[in-house]
């Protein structure tokens, strides 16, 4: 038997075919630090026609490991290189699609109302200048921590101030902790400091004391194609490039 449509139901097929694929989820690994930027962003995107991304965030060493264990996601923003490395030197990232997108600063801050004086110098006793915790992402995993440890082994504060430290999550978690007086100082980014009203920058990390903080962004292996065209809009958008300014990041490739 064969089976004839008319016109119009052809139509409607085809539409619906089309709409499906308009409204593909783009399913984004953040790290935690582009909470805020990234939110703003997919909000955007969808006031612009598009369906909303799906937005996952956490530390980039959690999701790299995520990634690697096939979780699904179509694009992955890393708050350091080395993540990054270590997903395309696994082949589940595109290569040809990485692209270092943004960059931040490491400052130093305490609960509002109890700054500590410190000298962003070798030789100030950093480990006696407060009492209590420092709290930063876990030392050699979690980015934030990582560049911590490299600023505080360069100012020749790490050894003195190693048992004092509170490894945390990611770097929202750190700032949680400052911001309820758990940690008397604490190391996170510029762009999670400038969120809250709890906490105060007592000062900014040396840009010579660490790595570049560098986010890269690329679309994992077998992305969607729409993840394509969000990532496009990443790179490209003057409003993406708007809002990540608005939040305090570094725009490390120019919109045209």
Same mark, same amino acid.
């Given at each position: 038997?064969?089976? /004839? ?15 499906? #694929?308009?409204? &593909? !989820? !783009?399913r984004?690994?953040a790290?935690?630090?582009l =909470?805020?930027? *990234? ?25 790299? %490991? ?17 993540? @990054? ?15 270092? *997108? ?5 400052v130093?801050?305490?609960? %509002?109302?109890? #700054?500590?004086?410190?000298? @962003? ?11 209590? %915790?420092?709290?930063?992402?876990? $030392?050699?995993?979690? $980015? +934030? ?15 003195a101030?190693r048992? #004092?430290? +509170?490894?945390?999550?990611? !770097?929202r ?19 999670d400091?400038?969120?809250?009203? %709890? !906490?105060?920058? @007592?000062?900014?990390?040396? &840009?010579?004391?660490?790595? $570049? ?13 729409a993840?394509?065209? /969000?990532?496009?809009?990443?790179? =490209?958008s003057? &409003?993406?490039?708007?809002t ?5 990041f ?7």
């Amino acid at each position: 038997m064969r089976l /004839f449509l008319r016109p119009f139901v052809l139509a409607l097929l085809l539409c619906s075919s089309l709409t499906a #694929r308009a409204e &593909e !989820v !783009v399913r984004v690994f953040a790290a935690a630090s582009l =909470t805020s930027a *990234l939110t703003d962003i997919a909000a955007q995107w969808k006031q612009g026609g598009h369906t909303a991304p799906t937005l996952a965030f956490a530390a980039s060493s959690a999701l790299a %490991k995520q990634i690697e264990a096939g979780a699904p996601a179509d694009m992955f923003a890393s708050a350091d290189r080395n993540w @990054m490395d270590y997903l395309q030197q696994r082949g589940r990232i595109e290569a040809s699609t990485r692209i270092d *997108l943004l960059g931040n600063t490491l400052v130093l801050i305490a609960p %509002k109302g109890r #700054r500590f004086r410190a000298e @962003m110098r070798r030789g100030f006793d950093f480990a006696r200048a407060f009492d209590g %915790k420092l709290c930063t992402g876990e $030392p050699g995993v979690v $980015p +934030v921590g990582i560049y911590a440890r490299q600023s505080l082994e360069a100012l020749g504060w790490w050894e003195a101030i190693r048992p #004092r430290i +509170v490894g945390t999550d990611d !770097v929202r978690t750190a700032l949680n902790f400052v911001e309820r007086g758990e940690c008397a100082a604490g190391i996170v980014y510029a762009t999670d400091a400038a969120i809250s009203d %709890k !906490v105060e920058i @007592m000062s900014t990390f040396p &840009e010579d004391a660490h790595e $570049p903080i560098v986010y890269p962004v690329a679309l994992v292996g077998n992305a969607r194609p729409a993840a394509r065209e /969000f990532l496009r809009y990443l790179h =490209t958008s003057r &409003e993406a490039a708007a809002t990540f300014e608005r939040h305090g990041f570094t725009r490390l490739t120019s919109a045209p």
